[in-house]
């Protein structure tokens, strides 16, 4: 598989594309403004124990405090084991921190929505080959590398950190490195924790003591795969810092740095805007003539595959088959493009034959494995529909890009005019009892005003005659449909 990253940089925002076989399978985006806390280290302050819920609120200096839950409280664990995350086998968080107590965090998951940042006590500095774990002594080897390897490559990484202390995991990009790329990287690890340390003795909480790298930075670190070809960035300063820094850290990486001066925009090349445009949209089409229907919520995210007017196959059971077959395929993408996470509740359309759905099962969680992203699909329930998690650290491209509409409230539908009209009959009605005003002038969106003056004078002026008073009618345009004033003159 050919694999291109192509980064358009501005001032105030940085895009990167992840184009696979001349289709776009990821975008990244990050503003200036609005970079990510994700593997940001506080010195936070404990601001609430809470028992019940077995966590704590930490105040690192954000708008809102940030979350610790128990399971993410760090212990040592006998013998050198890996740490575990099972609550069963944590102590209580309140024999553990306390309120006003100087922590050192770590950031695990952003802010979402009207939740705070997630945060770990469980350090970790990711390097360009080892993950450093200052805090453990075991030593790990990426799942991805073959088993086989992993001994030989854990005797290797034995000898090079020695007795220094500290827990280094192994990535999948290190699995050829030389012994002299390993140690180096242990140097830099190690050097940076040490910065970590001292600066954790020397500013108050709370206090930023180490950012993790921005976004064209861990293009470098994170994205760059065996099948990736170029990395083409259109910023002739950005390619020469991009290229400083690889050279320092990720030479491998740096290799495939070119610096695009085309005339056209560089997302131009893959049509990336436009396909950025329909990621933000609810409905994804189909080549076949099917179609999607991705909906998000803050507990779920929903995917509901329709056959629209695919009709090709040479009867029902093949028709929804086929459709399911190109769904699982689209939907692995778009969980992807869109970076959707958490709960994700798949509704593929009924199939009778039981070798059928085993296929479409078997496709989905193939595309799911192409995933750079922790995912879990379970298999076909009761009720036909596929359940599957995604790991969330950061927000999904909506939630980036876009913010509920004030006319509707995200709910998507507004109430109709002649709703509104009637709402509008219900509070004159309501005020006529407590007030005695001289006339009432209703000022409400053109068509409610529209409404009003046609199908619905008759009840207008009944009302009117009722009340014993005038009712004006004033139409403005900048009000949304839902949205009404009655005054009283």
Same mark, same amino acid.
């Given at each position: 598989?050919?694999?291109?990253?192509?980064?358009?940089?501005?001032?105030?925002?940085?895009?990167?594309?992840?184009?696979?076989?001349?289709?776009?399978?990821?975008?990244?985006?990050?503003?200036?403004?609005?970079?990510?806390?994700?593997?940001?280290?506080?010195?936070?302050?404990?601001?609430?124990?809470?028992?019940?819920?077995?966590?704590?609120?930490?105040?690192?200096?954000?708008?809102?405090?940030?979350?610790?839950?128990?399971?993410?409280?760090?212990?040592?664990?006998?013998?050198?084991?890996?740490?575990?995350?099972?609550?069963?086998?944590?102590?209580?968080?309140?024999? #553990?921190?306390?309120?006003?107590?100087?922590?050192?965090?770590?950031?695990?998951?952003?802010?979402?929505?009207?939740?705070?940042?997630?945060?770990?006590?469980?350090?970790?500095?990711?390097?360009?080959?080892?993950?450093?774990?200052?805090?453990?002594?075991?030593?790990?080897?990426?799942?991805?590398?073959?088993?086989?390897?992993?001994?030989?490559?854990?005797?290797?990484?034995?000898?090079?950190?020695?007795?220094?202390?500290?827990?280094?995991?192994?990535?999948?990009?290190?699995?050829?490195?030389?012994?002299?790329?390993?140690?180096?990287?242990?140097?830099? !690890?190690?050097?940076?924790?040490?910065?970590?340390?001292?600066?954790?003795?020397?500013?108050?909480?709370?206090?930023?003591?180490?950012?993790?790298?921005?976004?064209?930075?861990?293009?470098?670190?994170?994205?760059?795969?065996?099948?990736?070809?170029?990395?083409?960035?259109?910023?002739?300063?950005?390619?020469?810092?991009?290229?400083?820094?690889?050279?320092?850290?990720?030479?491998?990486?740096?290799?495939?740095?070119?610096? =695009?001066?085309?005339?056209?925009?560089?997302?131009?090349? =893959?049509?990336?805007?436009?396909?950025?445009?329909?990621?933000?949209?609810?409905?994804?089409?189909?080549?076949?003539?099917? =179609?999607?229907?991705?909906?998000?919520?803050?507990?779920?995210?929903?995917?509901?595959?329709?056959?629209?007017?695919?009709?090709?196959?040479?009867?029902?059971?093949?028709?929804?088959?086929?459709?399911?077959?190109?769904?699982?395929?689209?939907?692995?993408?778009?969980?992807?493009?869109?970076?959707?996470?958490?709960?994700?509740?798949?509704?593929?359309?009924?199939?009778?034959?039981?070798?059928?759905?085993?296929?479409?099962?078997?496709?989905?969680?193939? #595309?799911?494995?192409?995933?750079?992203?922790?995912?879990?699909?379970?298999?076909?329930?009761?009720?036909?529909?596929?359940?599957?998690?995604?790991?969330?650290?950061?927000?999904?491209?909506?939630?980036? !890009?876009?913010?509920?509409?004030?006319?509707?409230?995200?709910?998507?539908?507004?109430?109709?005019?002649?709703?509104?009209?009637?709402?509008?009959?219900?509070?004159? !009605?309501?005020?006529?009892? #407590?007030?005695?005003?001289?006339?009432?002038?209703?000022?409400?969106?053109?068509?409610?005003?529209?409404?009003?003056?046609?199908?619905?004078?008759?009840?207008?002026?009944?009302?009117?005659?009722?009340?014993?008073?005038?009712?004006?009618?004033?139409?403005?345009?900048?009000?949304?449909?839902? #949205?009404?004033?009655?005054?009283?003159?």
């Amino acid at each position: 598989m050919q694999q291109d990253i192509l980064v358009n940089w501005s001032p105030q925002e940085t895009r990167v594309a992840i184009v696979e076989n001349g289709a776009v399978q990821e975008l990244h985006v990050e503003r200036t403004l609005e970079r990510g806390l994700v593997g940001n280290v506080y010195l936070g302050k404990v601001a609430r124990v809470l028992p019940g819920m077995q966590s704590a609120f930490i105040d690192m200096g954000l708008e809102r405090a940030a979350f610790l839950h128990v399971a993410d409280v760090w212990q040592r664990q006998p013998d050198g084991e890996p740490p575990t995350r099972s609550a069963q086998a944590q102590v209580p968080i309140e024999k #553990q921190v306390f309120e006003g107590q100087a922590l050192m965090v770590q950031v695990i998951k952003d802010p979402i929505g009207t939740k705070g940042a997630r945060l770990s006590t469980q350090i970790s500095i990711a390097g360009r080959l080892l993950v450093f774990l200052p805090q453990d002594d075991h030593i790990g080897i990426s799942q991805k590398i073959p088993q086989d390897l992993r001994d030989a490559l854990r005797r290797r990484m034995n000898k090079l950190v020695g007795t220094a202390g500290g827990g280094f995991i192994l990535r999948t990009n290190g699995e050829d490195a030389s012994d002299a790329e390993l140690a180096e990287d242990i140097a830099y !690890l190690r050097k940076t924790w040490t910065r970590i340390r001292e600066s954790a003795t020397r500013l108050p909480p709370p206090s930023l003591l180490q950012q993790d790298l921005n976004l064209l930075q861990r293009v470098l670190r994170d994205l760059v795969t065996e099948e990736t070809q170029t990395i083409r960035i259109d910023s002739r300063e950005q390619f020469g810092l991009l290229a400083a820094f690889g050279q320092e850290f990720m030479p491998a990486a740096a290799q495939r740095l070119q610096l =695009y001066n085309g005339e056209r925009p560089i997302f131009d090349l =893959y049509s990336v805007d436009e396909e950025l445009a329909r990621a933000l949209g609810r409905r994804v089409e189909l080549k076949s003539g099917g =179609y999607l229907i991705v909906d998000q919520t803050e507990a779920l995210t929903t995917v509901d595959v329709n056959t629209g007017g695919y009709v090709g196959a040479r009867n029902f059971d093949e028709t929804i088959f086929k459709t399911n077959l190109e769904a699982a395929q689209a939907i692995a993408r778009q969980l992807r493009l869109r970076n959707l996470g958490g709960i994700i509740i798949v509704d593929f359309i009924d199939m009778q034959r039981e070798e059928h759905r085993e296929a479409v099962l078997g496709e989905f969680r193939k #595309q799911l494995t192409r995933d750079r992203v922790k995912t879990m699909a379970a298999g076909f329930s009761q009720l036909g529909l596929v359940e599957m998690t995604r790991k969330r650290t950061r927000e999904s491209l909506s939630h980036m !890009l876009c913010e509920p509409c004030p006319l509707c409230q995200g709910k998507g539908i507004v109430r109709t005019p002649r709703t509104v009209a009637y709402d509008i009959l219900r509070e004159i !009605l309501r005020e006529a009892r #407590q007030f005695n005003p001289r006339e009432y002038r209703v000022i409400a969106a053109p068509k409610v005003i529209e409404l009003f003056l046609d199908e619905e004078s008759q009840h207008l002026a009944g009302l009117s005659e009722f009340i014993g008073k005038p009712i004006s009618l004033q139409s403005e345009a900048a009000m949304g449909q839902e #949205q009404y004033d009655i005054v009283l003159l």
